[in-house]
């Protein structure tokens, strides 16, 4: 293959949008799209997108969080993440910000790993994932809300989290694409 595989933007004309609900964090919208010889009609969410993090100590442990998610009805694993619902912040800001926010942490050294389309069938979110190292904890701790009140955090190895993925015992999509690509990024780092 002479050109590496990328997605292909393409500009496909919207003839008609409706906001069908307008929510708190995310909208619903139904687009009638011109389509090659035909017309479309497709609902998604609309999405402001996502930075997350995966930090790894110097012991290549990950911090995971666990917190209730009302629509899948679990408190499942993740990583630290939040949304890109700051003006003007980047996604590293955005990503620095929710390390403190939701695990009372900085990182000295941070590097981009991936970016994911989370359900491109459904929505438009985009989430751009970190890896963050030379962790160190925040002297004053952030207060918690809602499901972050009762936040559990666990430092574990990450070749025993990816593990877990593997196994299907973790299935948070971002966490799953954040330590694969970080075990793997470390894997040929460790071989360079």
Do not use: K
Not at 25 to 43: L, P
Not at 75 to 89: M, Y
Not at 174 to 189: M, P, S, T
Request: charged share 30%; hydrophobic share 45%; net charge negative.
């Amino acid at each position: 293959m002479s050109n590496p595989l990328r997605d292909q933007p393409v500009d496909a004309e919207v003839v008609d949008s409706d906001l069908v609900y307008e929510g708190r964090v995310w909208d619903v919208r139904s687009d009638t799209v011109a389509y090659g010889e035909t017309t479309i009609v497709r609902q998604y969410v609309e999405h402001p997108g996502a930075a997350a993090v995966v930090a790894i100590d110097d012991d290549q442990r990950v911090l995971l969080i666990q917190q209730y998610r009302h629509p899948i009805r679990h408190r499942d694993w993740e990583i630290p993440a939040g949304l890109l619902d700051v003006a003007g912040e980047s996604p590293l800001e955005t990503a620095q910000r929710e390390l403190a926010e939701e695990v009372d942490l900085r990182a000295e050294d941070w590097s981009e790993l991936v970016s994911i389309f989370t359900t491109p069938g459904g929505n438009d979110e985009v989430v751009h994932l970190f890896l963050a190292r030379g962790l160190s904890a925040l002297e004053v701790a952030h207060p918690r809300e809602d499901e972050e009140a009762d936040i559990r955090l666990e430092w574990v190895a990450l070749e025993d989290a990816v593990t877990a993925v593997l196994d299907g015992r973790m299935r948070n999509g971002i966490l799953a694409v954040g330590l694969l690509a970080a075990a793997e990024r470390l894997r040929r780092a460790s071989r360079s």
